[in-house]
């Protein structure tokens, strides 16, 4: 597999959890049956536990030729972010990021509503549940930079993405506002105790 996977294995009765990186350069296919022995290794390395494992995957597109038993219970949910990213950044979004696998593009709600409703109906209720909802990550650049640095509209973003179903991710620094651009700037360290953060997220830092 190309990239590096990441497990957190807890003890009993804890469940393990695992996210698998680069997955879409592995394959579905004979040839390269990473996803499709993955339910088999989850049960050798887990034993009875398996059924309690959530196994996430890095899908950045339409995931649900990944979303089968024999492949992932959850997916990183990109095309969410970018939904809740359009709608919360309007025309302060900086559109000038957009790439074909992450199209950032301002929308108003009635777009939001219905883009919304199309994933929650592509999905079962057990899958949309184990879905890994995000606005941001290590690969791209941090939502507050995507947001025109505008932290009301941040804190928008944040609002929806812990209101909608599935598991909320946040990446780290996002909530004291941290805004670093394309990848390095995305990776910037998080600031030591007592430096300055954005003023505006101050509040919503300690309810997250």
Not at 172 to 193: F, I, K, M, S, V
């Amino acid at each position: 597999m190309d990239g590096c996977w990441f497990a957190l294995w807890h003890g009993n009765p804890k469940p393990a959890r695992e996210r698998r990186d680069s997955c879409r350069v592995v394959g579905r296919d004979e040839e390269r049956p990473f996803p499709t022995q993955l339910r088999k290794l989850r049960i050798e390395k887990l034993g009875a536990r398996h059924a309690e494992a959530w196994i996430v995957g890095e899908i950045w597109g339409d995931p649900s030729q990944w979303l089968e038993p024999a492949c992932f219970d959850g997916v990183m949910n990109y095309r969410l972010a970018w939904t809740l990213l359009g709608f919360a950044g309007g025309s302060r979004l900086r559109r000038r990021l957009a790439r074909p696998s992450r199209p950032y593009a301002p929308i108003d709600g009635l777009v939001c509503s219905q883009r919304l409703i199309d994933l929650h109906q592509s999905l079962p209720e057990t899958l949309r549940r184990a879905q890994l909802n995000l606005l941001d990550s290590h690969d791209v650049p941090r939502a507050l930079h995507v947001l025109g640095d505008d932290p009301g509209a941040l804190s928008l973003a944040l609002l929806l993405l812990f209101c909608l179903p599935g598991a909320p991710c946040l990446y780290y620094g996002t909530e004291l506002g941290l805004n670093g651009g394309e990848e390095p700037a995305c990776r910037e360290a998080r600031p030591l105790q007592g430096e300055a953060i954005a003023a505006d997220l101050q509040i919503g830092r300690a309810h997250v």
